[in-house]
């Protein structure tokens, strides 16, 4: 069984410039949970979705970050105008709301200088 | 809201010790689970050990936590350190809401074993 995907694994930008993230979840997960990691920080949930609505993107930026899952599926995180403060590595997670295991995705670090 | 702490933010040992690694966590939920995940380098963390159940041990690759909700507490423990071991830990804490889990992360200890 595939695990979660994302793409890209590493993107470098300038500040200013935008840039997406994108995730496949596990096939049947439901929910799906986008994630900050700043280099030497625990993950920070940034928004989760249940199928396509989102539950809880309090902790999202909302002036520069957004995220979609149009079909309750794949998964878009996209910055606007980044900032050197969003250095951070981006993880999906996805699970099935009856189970409590999260599963990871590899991550996307991002880099900007 | 909803908060776990882990004191250490480094531990440095010699294989074959044992090893706890501290969390403790503040709810306002009475059932929350509590979650140990490992994360070595270059990686994604991995779930290690989970526990839902109060005061009963749960054990996975050598590693076992109990839950103690009267101390709010799940500190990981390996009675003897292996190289491999040598990673970060972080302990998450899980609630329902809305009828989805979410996971809050405390902010990881990095482990080291040395020969």
């Known amino acids: 069984e595939a695990g979660v995907t994302q793409s890209p694994r590493y993107a470098v930008l300038q500040e200013g410039q935008a840039v997406s993230f994108w995730c496949d979840p596990i096939?049947?997960?439901?929910?799906l949970y986008w994630y900050q990691q700043p280099r030497d920080q625990g993950p920070q949930l940034l928004v989760y979705f249940r199928d396509e609505a989102v539950i809880d993107n309090s902790q999202l930026p909302s002036d520069r970050f957004s995220a979609v899952r149009p079909k309750g599926t794949n998964s878009t995180l996209k910055i606007q105008s980044a900032k050197q403060g969003d250095t951070a590595t981006y993880l999906c997670?996805?699970?099935?709301?009856?189970?409590?295991?999260?599963?990871f995705g590899k991550g996307t670090r991002l880099t900007v200088v | 809201g909803d908060s776990v702490t882990q004191t250490e933010g480094l531990v440095t040992l010699t294989e074959g010790l044992p090893v706890m690694l501290n969390c403790t966590y503040q709810t306002i939920y009475s059932n929350p689970f509590l979650f140990w995940y490992v994360q070595h380098l270059n990686e994604s963390p991995r779930l290690l050990l989970k526990?839902?159940?109060?005061?009963k041990r749960t054990e996975h690759q050598g590693f076992h936590a109990t839950l103690h909700k009267s101390s709010s507490s799940f500190h990981l423990q390996k009675s003897s350190a292996q190289l491999s071991d040598s990673a970060l830990y972080y302990c998450?804490?899980?609630?329902?809401?809305?009828?989805?889990?979410?996971?809050?992360f405390g902010s990881g200890t990095q482990l080291t074993v040395m020969p």
């Open positions: 998450a804490l899980s609630a329902a809401s809305s009828g989805s889990w979410q996971l809050i």
């Open positions: 096939s049947g997960h439901d929910t």
């Open positions: 997670a996805s699970s099935y709301h009856k189970n409590t295991e999260v599963f």
């Open positions: 526990s839902f159940t109060d005061n």
